[in-house]
């Protein structure tokens, strides 16, 4: 996209802005806009009630209205905050989460930036995050923001290993990092997707198959986890934190903590879907292709990347109403106990079947 | 030229842009009416009590310290995974003693009681617990040759 953008313009600068606004305002806030009335017309569902309903026809204008609301709100900034660390942490948090969307390959055609370490890129940044958390906690002056940042800077750590060895893995298999690269390989038929033991073939695929499907539930219970959603909410667990380390936030700047946690939310689906559930590959033939239309197959590629990276997002919407909040120890002994030592197993027994 | 890094960085230019003037927009509508209640930290209503910077859990520290450790070995790792096949079964063997290394300082940690969240309190043989533990047991045991004996005849 940004090669077809820089022969319009011919100044490299502007265009790759231009480049890297599309994700933003084409891609992440409409999505946050859907997102967030999906989310209460879901677990409206879920709990029989009837969700959002009076502003728009059935309730879909209830987002821009608390938009417009939130523009309006005071910003209060409490006399003992630490206000240079206060302000600065919603840059942070947003700014770690929407630098990872550069590596996600929405189609073959769009992809922030074709760098080689892409995956490895993502994990790094996505640590950013931490840091703004626990700025924001610690500047807040509020016990709950800081016991919520602790615990969020603790959860976010300790599931970030069994997500790098899951990836570790799919790194040895793939012999890849970046995950344009990993889309392209699993080409042609969904049984081609890396879950499905990828591109090999014969008794090899059937062998694999059981460990592929137990690192993409590692992997995505471990991202689950580091974007704080249920059922790993303890940093903001409403009951016994009020809501954790954006506690003091209000405004504008409480809703870039909304806003990052809703792209964090699509950020783990379009991860997911690009390790293992074939990225931005159709599950069977091109429309574009058969019908010798070429340029419907990046439109067809981004919709397919869309509609699985959504499609994980309403599992994440899913599993909040259906799993209750784990105590502290318990997310602990989950992660420690059972995520690192499996991932550790997966990770060797799949460097094993890649070797042979 | 803009290297593929460099559009990283546009990208995180354009987020701090982004936070930047969504919250300058909104400090051009919104009101400013500070009060004293307000500009107090929120306690749910009550006055904030003390100090906010609490102590907290030690165990945070504990989890920080292993994930270091964690983090790094991985981190090394990564250059391995790309290109492990092309040295075959040495390349891989090398890898997995690597991590058969960090496999036996998780196991460490594991037995020590560091992976609990609330940790057991640690078992600190004293003399004084040992003699009458050792008494204790062989009274049992007596106790138990006794009934057994009896059973018998």
């Known amino acids: 996209?940004?090669?077809?953008?820089?022969?319009?313009?011919?100044?490299?600068?502007?265009?790759?802005?231009?480049?890297?606004?599309?994700?933003?305002?084409?891609?992440?806030?409409p999505f946050a806009l859907f997102a967030v009335l999906a989310e209460r017309k879901v677990s409206?569902?879920?709990?029989?009630?009837?969700?959002?309903?009076?502003?728009?026809?059935?309730?879909?204008?209830?987002t821009v209205a608390d938009i417009l609301k939130l523009i309006q709100k005071e910003d209060i900034v409490a006399e003992k905050n630490d206000k240079v660390l206060f302000n600065i942490a919603p840059y942070l948090v947003f700014a770690g989460s929407f630098a990872a969307f550069a590596a996600i390959p929405f189609s073959s055609k769009y992809i922030g930036s074709h760098t080689e370490v892409g995956i490895f890129y993502i994990i790094a940044i996505s640590s950013l995050v931490v840091a703004g958390i626990l700025m924001g906690g610690w500047a807040s002056n509020n016990k709950y923001s800081l016991l919520g940042a602790m615990r969020s800077a603790a959860q976010i750590i300790s599931y970030e290993i069994p997500t790098a060895l899951v990836v570790l893995a799919m790194i040895m298999f793939t012999g890849t990092m970046s995950l344009d690269a990993m889309?392209?390989?699993?080409?042609?038929?969904?049984?081609?997707?890396n879950i499905l033991g990828g591109h090999e073939t014969g008794i090899l695929k059937i062998v694999l198959t059981p460990f592929m499907i137990s690192g993409f539930l590692i992997l995505f219970t471990s991202t689950l986890a580091e974007v704080n959603r249920v059922p790993f909410d303890i940093p903001e667990a409403e009951s016994e934190l009020v809501s954790g380390f954006h506690t003091e936030y209000t405004g504008m700047k409480f809703a870039m903590f909304f806003l990052s946690e809703y792209a964090n939310?699509?950020?783990?689906?379009a991860i997911v879907t690009a390790v293992f559930l074939g990225g931005y590959q159709s599950?069977?033939?091109?429309?574009?292709n058969s019908i010798g239309v070429t340029w419907l197959v990046p439109i067809e590629q981004f919709f397919w990347f869309t509609a699985k990276g959504l499609f994980m997002v309403f599992v994440q919407m899913w599993l909040r109403w259906t799993l209750p909040r784990l105590r502290v120890d318990q997310l602990m002994t989950i992660c420690w106990k059972y995520l690192i030592p499996y991932s550790f197993l997966n990770l060797i027994v799949i460097g094993i079947i890649t070797l042979l | 030229m803009l290297t593929e890094f460099g559009k990283i960085f546009v990208f995180i230019l354009l987020a701090v842009a982004f936070v930047g003037i969504a919250i300058f927009a909104a400090k051009l509508i919104r009101p400013h009416r500070p009060t004293q209640e307000k500009l107090t930290t929120y306690e749910c209503g009550e006055n904030p009590e003390g100090t906010p910077w609490v102590q907290f859990n030690i165990r945070f520290y504990v989890v920080a310290l292993i994930f270091l450790i964690f983090d790094v070995e991985v981190v090394l790792l990564f250059p391995w995974a790309l290109t492990y096949q092309d040295y075959g079964l040495y390349g891989f063997l090398a890898g997995i003693i690597f991590l058969v290394v960090l496999g036996i300082g998780m196991a460490y940690e594991w037995q020590k009681g560091d992976l609990e969240w609330a940790r057991p309190k640690p078992n600190i043989p004293y003399l004084s617990n040992l003699i009458k533990k050792n008494t204790d047991q062989t009274s049992e045991n007596i106790i138990v040759e006794q009934t057994e004996t009896n059973q018998t005849t």
């Open chain 1, 1 to 29: 996209m940004y090669e077809i953008i820089n022969d319009f313009i011919q100044i490299e600068i502007v265009s790759m802005f231009i480049s890297a606004a599309l994700p933003l305002f084409v891609f992440i806030l």
């Open chain 1, 44 to 62: 409206a569902f879920m709990q029989d009630r009837i969700g959002p309903n009076r502003v728009g026809y059935h309730g879909i204008l209830q």
């Open chain 1, 183 to 193: 889309s392209q390989q699993q080409t042609a038929y969904f049984w081609n997707w």
């Open chain 1, 265 to 269: 939310m699509f950020a783990v689906g």
């Open chain 1, 283 to 288: 599950p069977f033939g091109y429309i574009g």
